[in-house]
């Protein structure tokens, strides 16, 4: 059986990263193979989290750059070096360039900490969504998988999961149930439906040569 080359892009403490890996080693995600990691600022977890699982990782600092079209040539060069086939972007800060999307298109996905197209765009990311939720009032809220374009946060959605707002919630325990219950729920399946749907455009177009 085909596995599909997948890197993941983190930046911070690589929880949706972990989803993943523990996804992979219990067979839920079995049409892809985690083959790289990479972060875009030191000291970021997901590092160490690629390390204890046996996944090669690497750092290409965002600092080290001077524009955001350089950094994202080196991270481009990097992918395609490893054969990189799906990049999934786990709670990834920097913002990719038209360049790196147009080398993988429709084979980006990102997960978003809410109900797309609620909180999203420039600005809301991390807490930032959490608390806009609350101020907001909303009763629920959630994840949501979806492409990458070049409208931040307005890809195709692959898979949405609604999470509840309960009585007392600060930003940081909305966070926590939103990771708990969506984000770490939806992001592997999806990755899982996208490797699929990939083999079978991929079968059709053998059958028509």
Known sequence: ???YRLVVLASGEGTNLQALLDAEKAGRLKSGRISLVVADRPGAYGLERAAAAGVPALLVNRRDFADKDRFNRRLLDEVREKGIELVVLAGFLSILSEEFIHAYPDRVVNVHPSLIPAFCGDGFYGLKVHEAALARGVKL?????HFVNEITDGGRIIAQKAVPVKPGDTPQTLQRRVMEEAEW???PAAVEEVCREITGIQNKENKDD
């Open 1 to 3: 059986m085909t596995k």
């Open 185 to 187: 729920q939806i992001l």
């Open 141 to 145: 809220t959630g994840a949501t998988v």
